[in-house]
């Protein structure tokens, strides 16, 4: 069996039962389930349709995402996030290289890595030199006046774990920022590079092995064994070309907001709905979600 999810943007609500009941009839579905009125809503299949690319491309133009997925094991024992762009709204390298006044080439340069035009070890090490010389209080700074949570990570992270799973927060950014981003919002466990800083100020540099989109993979890996799962057990978001390994593994990846490069790879496409989209797609209805 499968399960076709639509989900609407929470602030458009313009999810109608009759698109979704005509997409079931069409296609034999199962009695619809609604999951969040005029947001949210599934129904199985006996068998993956065809059509889908052109049904998808309409969909978007009214602002809905649309996914099929097999329906045994859709809700994951594991979270695997990104954290820039992804469960923040920001690229806290950009947010610092803007208190350097060096914001706008360190943004071209970031955008550029995460359409994965650039390579992304490289460009981060191009970018954290730009912030040499920068006084290491302003990471305070810039999470306190800068720093602002993506919609419905608070639900994401609250429900998932409230139903036995297990959340990492995996940044090819810093762990000055993952770890009060990361209890913030309660995961489990955060991953991420290191700037250096000497004296209380950034030296330009960052320890190595620069944590980028291996190091991602790598820690999906490490994270199932330990619990003896498997990759399929885990959904994992993010946006950028950095991820499309973790997303590409997982047995749900899903492109949040994402970068075209990473949109056209990922298994999972959500352009308009917020990180709740992720809990839809698992059959989690709003009622069962956690804050």
């Known amino acids: 069996m499968f399960t076709l999810s639509l989900i609407a943007a929470p602030q458009n609500a313009n999810l109608e039962s009759t698109l979704i009941d005509s997409l079931r009839k069409d296609w034999g579905g199962t009695a619809v389930r609604w999951l969040n009125p005029g ?39 594991v979270l695997l996030a990104d954290m820039d762009s992804t469960m923040i709204d920001q690229e806290c390298i950009d947010e610092l290289a803007a208190e350097a006044g060096v914001g706008e080439r360190v943004a071209t340069i970031t955008a550029r890595a995460m359409n994965g035009e650039l390579n992304f070890h490289e460009a981060l090490i191009e970018r954290v030199g730009l912030l040499a010389g920068l006084p290491e209080s302003v ?15 608070q639900e994401l992270v609250a429900t998932m774990r ?13 762990i000055s920022f993952t ?26 540099h960052v320890s190595l092995p620069v944590l980028g989109r291996e190091a991602k ?67 989690y209805a709003a009622e069962e979600f956690s804050r």
């Open 39 to 77: 947001i949210a809503a599934e129904f199985q299949l006996a068998e993956r349709p065809e059509g889908l690319q052109q049904l998808w491309a309409d969909l978007q133009s009214i602002q809905i995402d649309m996914a099929i997925q097999p329906t045994a094991g859709r809700r994951k024992k």
């Open 162 to 174: 409230n139903h036995g799973a297990y959340a990492a927060l995996v940044s090819g950014g810093f």
């Open 179 to 204: 770890h009060p981003i990361a209890a913030r919002l309660g995961f489990d466990e955060n991953r991420a590079n290191t700037l250096l800083s000497e004296g209380g100020v950034l030296t330009g």
């Open 217 to 283: 993979v790598e820690a999906l890996n490490e994270i199932v064994a330990a619990r003896n799962l498997t990759p399929a057990d885990v959904i994992a978001v993010g946006d950028g070309a950095n991820d499309l390994g973790m997303l590409q593994l997982a047995g749900s990846g899903v492109a949040l907001h994402a970068k075209p490069v990473v949109a056209e790879q990922a298994g999972i496409i959500v352009n308009h709905g917020d990180l709740t989209a992720l809990l839809y797609l698992q059959g």
């Open 139 to 153: 990471i305070g700074k810039v999470l306190a006046e800068r720093i602002t949570l993506a919609a419905g990570g």
